[in-house]
């Protein structure tokens, strides 16, 4: 390797950078604590690896953090004797981002520091926040197990070098050269402070290395004398397996903050100790924002595995099932083996006993939330969606997710749950009624709505892209039927007022000339008594979510057929069904069709067709 060789900093990197130096001035302190909680990290992975790796289970090992400054030359200095990093794994680690969700966050930052200030904390803003109060930072690191050290630097400018250097051990390094402004981090008092609010309960020693002055004697006979010191900072003890009894709300927050990279105060926590058959200890804690990569097929788990107190995991997203994925936290086995694979992870009867558990303890914590109305309007804003797709992946737990969803409707403000909706059923009412829908505000509009308010129904509106998926497949909620208001069985068992059949002779006419103009775009066209729009579309085909769930995976969908109803008491109809001109029939079948499908999807096939038909009956009617 050529001696200091130069590198330009990913794209990415710089757009964090910039956001570091410039959008986090109002808790610049939270460098000291994420970098304390990669140094953590750092430990916890040779912790794990001198228990099970041959290689190094020779290896001397005292898990410790050190800390240091110096006022004159306001510099700061971390200090691990962890895993450490080859040169690759430098470039790969402080040069770039390889993980897409990071960068597809970074792509979606509005650009108003303030509100990106806030994101960033769910990003877990990492190594890189030392530039928030450094000009430059030395970095040099020792592979566990390697000969070979590195040193990288930069001012954070777009570029970092690095070269070969010396270093005695295994570990990392972290020299922040820090600017004028915030030489107080270089004071023993304030790393103090820092330490004792953010990283108190990192699971190893946190030390802090200064010289004290003492002076001895009085007057002429007085000596300054210069002691080093070496005090640990922390109580070293993994907050979950302490008593919860020893604990304080604000120790769980400032833990949580530490753990999940979190600027923001958790939700809620659920602390469990359990002895027994098994003997493991959980600390799972609900956010209050969801993360970033919350959506996303590469999401980061937010639960770590420990055995005995040593890091497994953090990289297995069997720990909690994914529609808990917004759940950070930690799972503590007493009974794993330490040298356990992934794939018996997958299929340990202990682990699954575990995360059983786990679930039923977290659902259990959501209902809590569920019982004061403005905090779980807040938890369902961040989380309802991603709930839903516990209804399809775990079955065992099924009615306690139905019970813990929230809908809106066709007959109230706000959002209702099902055992709500229930105890409103009129007599008479013998199913629970949904429709589904790209737009809420078209769902409120949907003239399916109209047959379901004479019979003084509620019917749920859904427009989360996860309905379509889900819902289908509930079947019932407590011995009631959930059914599909738009399906045409359903809308048979609704049992809707018959047409006079004097009436359906008068619009026999009206009716051939509109499926005549429709042809091959309608299964039928049908006289109803329960509208109070012109015209509705019905049918059970795939909803307009599906057809565009279809087409965003690349598949183009059927040919959809669905039956069109026409209002037999709307003014428009009874003046048309006497009307003799075939050329305005035609365009106001369509026109109708189209406004029915508007209601319906909030699109049509043809725009042009629309307004030229439009323009053509308005220019008659003149």
């Known amino acids: 390797m050529s001696k200091n060789k130069k590198h330009t900093f990913q794209t990415e990197i710089n757009q964090l950078l910039d956001l570091m130096i410039h959008s986090l001035y109002s808790n610049k302190e939270i460098f000291l604590r994420e970098l304390i909680s990669n140094a953590s990290d750092a430990l916890d992975k040779l912790n794990y690896l001198t228990l099970t790796d041959t290689k190094l289970k020779d290896l001397k090992f005292d898990p410790r953090i050190n800390l240091s400054f110096d006022e004159k030359k306001k510099t700061l200095t971390i200090e691990d004797n962890g895993i450490g990093m080859t040169e690759e794994e430098l470039i790969a680690n402080l040069g770039t981002i390889a993980k897409s969700g990071t960068k597809s966050f970074l792509a979606s930052l509005s650009g108003d520091k303030k509100k990106d200030s806030a994101l960033i904390g769910q990003f877990g803003v990492g190594f890189y926040s030392a530039f928030m109060v450094a000009d430059k930072v030395i970095v040099q690191t020792k592979k566990a197990g390697e000969d070979k050290a590195y040193t990288w630097i930069s001012d954070g400018k777009g570029e970092y070098e690095i070269s070969s250097c010396v270093k005695d051990s295994q570990g990392t390094q972290i020299t922040l050269y820090l600017k004028d402004e915030d030489s107080s981090f270089a004071s023993r008092w304030e790393i103090e402070n820092i330490v004792k609010k953010y990283s108190e309960h990192i699971p190893f020693p946190i030390y802090l290395s200064y010289i004290e002055t003492k002076f001895e004697g009085e007057g002429e006979n007085k000596k300054e004398i210069k002691e080093d010191k070496n005090e640990q900072l922390n109580t070293a003890k993994a907050i979950w397996k302490m008593s919860k009894n020893d604990l304080k709300d604000e120790d769980y927050k400032e833990f949580y903050k530490s753990f999940a990279h979190d600027n923001t105060e958790p939700m809620r926590w659920i602390h469990s100790k359990v002895e027994g058959t098994l003997e493991y200890s959980t600390l799972f804690f609900i956010p209050s924002v969801a993360p970033f990569d919350l959506y996303r097929v590469d999401y980061k788990s937010g639960v770590k595995l420990y055995v005995k107190r040593v890091f497994i995991t953090d990289d297995d997203k069997e720990l909690l099932p994914q529609y808990l994925r917004f759940v950070r936290g930690v799972i503590d086995s007493e009974d794993l083996p330490l040298n356990v694979s992934r794939e018996i992870l997958q299929q340990n009867k202990i682990l699954a006993n575990i995360r059983s558990a786990s679930v039923k303890k977290i659902l259990g914590e959501i209902e809590n939330i569920a019982k004061d ?249 003149l």
Do not use: C, W
């Open 373 to 621: 109305n403005v905090a779980y309007e807040k938890f369902y804003s961040q989380f309802g969606r991603v709930l839903k797709e516990g209804l399809y992946s775990d079955y065992e737990n099924k009615e306690k997710i139905l019970n813990l969803l929230r809908f809106h409707s066709s007959k109230q403000e706000g959002s209702i749950s099902l055992k709500t909706y229930k105890e409103n059923m009129p007599e008479g009412q013998k199913s629970i009624y949904y429709i589904i829908g790209e737009n809420l505000e078209l769902l409120k509009a949907s003239p399916i709505l109209e047959k379901y308010a004479q019979k003084g129904y509620e019917v749920l509106l859904m427009s989360d892209e996860v309905d379509g998926f889900v819902m289908p497949g509930v079947g019932e909620y407590d011995k009631t039927p959930l059914k599909d208001a738009s399906a045409s069985e359903t809308l048979q068992e609704l049992g809707e007022q018959k047409v006079d059949e004097k009436v359906k002779k008068s619009f026999e006419k009206l009716i051939a000339s509109f499926k005549e103009a429709l042809g091959e775009q309608v299964k039928d066209v049908i006289l109803s008594n329960s509208l109070s729009s012109p015209a509705a579309l019905v049918g059970d085909e795939q909803n307009a979510m599906m057809i565009n769930l279809m087409r965003q995976m690349g598949q183009e969908p059927p040919v959809q057929k669905k039956t069109m109803e026409i209002n037999a008491n709307h003014p428009i109809l009874e003046k048309l069904k006497n009307k003799d001109d075939k050329e305005l029939l035609s365009d106001i079948a369509h026109l109708l069709y189209a406004s029915a499908k508007l209601l319906e999807s909030g699109s049509i096939e043809n725009a042009k067709d629309f307004a030229d038909r439009l323009n053509n009956t308005i220019l008659k009617t």
